[in-house]
């Protein structure tokens, strides 16, 4: 089974920071998606991406497929921002029973 | 852009109650997949289906069953409800196959007293 650690698990920032956060993996997958869950629950995907490095607006997620490793930014940080931050990885093997192994999420607080 | 549509956003039921879960999405899409959210556990997937009339088991279907009748219905059965099964549940589509973007509901939290 993939194990998904992300970090770190809680992280306070200020508005207009840079933000990094990040996701590793233990078993080769075909892809990784970053979702943002806002306080009440509603998640959002953000990104899917199996190589590289994809753009929108101020976040940018980029993952290195050798090191197993993932990272999402994002740019002048807002209080909006504020949200916890998920990784899932889809591996070519092990997993949960629909191919998914979610992280526990990084708690993002971005203060005025 | 799609919408997938969770019928309730609390929900209080007593022990022993049964408890039906509601999920639409209005894209046609094939996969829909229950999940539960717990603290410090992440997302757990309970079932999902692939097709109308079919269903798989995820990671944690103990005192959980499915239905889907219809493409853009999938819905969370919880035959006795007990205490441990307070959560927030979410449900999911997808288009098709592996490796397709996920949309979610808002989410029902759930508490059983």
């Known amino acids: 089974k993939n194990e998904v650690e992300q970090s770190p698990q809680n992280l306070t920032a200020q508005e207009g920071e840079f933000i990094t956060i990040n996701c590793s993996y233990s078993?080769?997958?075909?892809?990784l998606h970053w979702l943002q869950q806002h306080p009440g629950g509603g998640i959002v995907s953000l990104f899917m991406?199996?190589?590289g490095k994809k753009k929108h607006g101020r976040l940018i997620a980029t993952i290195n497929i050798q090191e197993k490793h993932s990272s999402l930014h994002i740019t002048a940080s807002h209080p909006r921002d504020s949200a916890v931050y998920i990784c899932?990885?889809?591996?070519?093997?092990?997993?949960?029973?629909?191919?998914?192994?979610f992280g526990k999420g990084t708690h993002l607080i971005i203060q005025p | 852009d799609v919408k997938v549509t969770q019928s309730s956003r609390y929900l209080v039921k007593r022990t022993g109650e049964k408890v039906f879960l509601e999920c639409v999405q209005d894209?046609?899409?094939?996969?829909m997949f229950w999940y539960r959210q717990d603290p410090g556990l992440g997302l757990r997937l309970i079932y999902f289906?692939?097709?109308?009339?079919?269903?798989e088991k995820g990671d944690i279907p103990e005192g959980y069953s499915v239905s889907r009748e219809k493409k853009e219905r999938f819905s969370l059965i919880l035959e006795s409800a007990s205490t441990n099964q307070t959560s927030m549940y979410l449900c999911?589509?997808?288009?098709?196959?592996?490796?397709?973007?996920?949309?979610f509901g808002s989410g029902t939290q759930l508490s059983v007293l």
């Open positions: 999911a589509s997808s288009l098709t196959g592996y490796g397709e973007k996920l949309f």
């Open positions: 078993v080769g997958i075909s892809a």
């Open positions: 991406l199996s190589s």
């Open positions: 899932a990885v889809r591996s070519y093997s092990g997993g949960g029973a629909d191919g998914l192994t």
């Open positions: 894209m046609d899409h094939e996969n």
């Open positions: 289906s692939y097709d109308v009339k079919m269903k």
